[in-house]
């Protein structure tokens, strides 16, 4: 069982920037391809950034490349999402998970709280 536990969201003007950071607890051994996935109000949740296990290998959506850069951390298992030139449609409740398919971005079934980033002026 993996615990999920992401936090750095806030409310930012257009053209700004946040920084999140998940933790994904409960593996002392396993080092886990880990993702950021996103859901807006009244839309499915969707793929945003995946990096792999040793961080040599991230992907991207279309729509945050440029703008969005994923890494991990010195911590086990923590991954971060550096996001720039935000935009009132990146709203949205941000989600980390393990990915289990760098093709095709599965994520595991379980997911944390997320956290909610708001971008308005």
């Known amino acids: 069982q993996v615990q999920l536990v992401e936090s750095g969201g806030g409310l930012v003007q257009p053209g700004g920037s946040l920084r999140l950071s998940c933790v994904a607890s409960g593996s002392t051994s396993q080092t886990y391809t880990l993702g950021w996935y996103r859901q807006a109000p009244g839309k499915e949740r969707e793929f945003v950034a995946v990096i792999s296990r040793s961080g040599s290998i991230t992907k991207y959506a279309d729509f945050v490349k440029g703008r969005f850069t994923i890494s991990r951390g010195n911590v086990k298992n923590a991954v971060y999402l550096q996001m720039n030139s935000l935009k009132p449609e990146d709203t949205a409740v941000y989600y980390c998970?393990?990915?289990?398919?760098?093709?095709?971005?599965?994520?595991?079934?379980?997911w944390g709280q997320g956290t909610q980033v708001t971008v308005s002026s």
């Open positions: 998970n393990v990915v289990e398919n760098l093709q095709t971005f599965d994520p595991w079934d379980s």
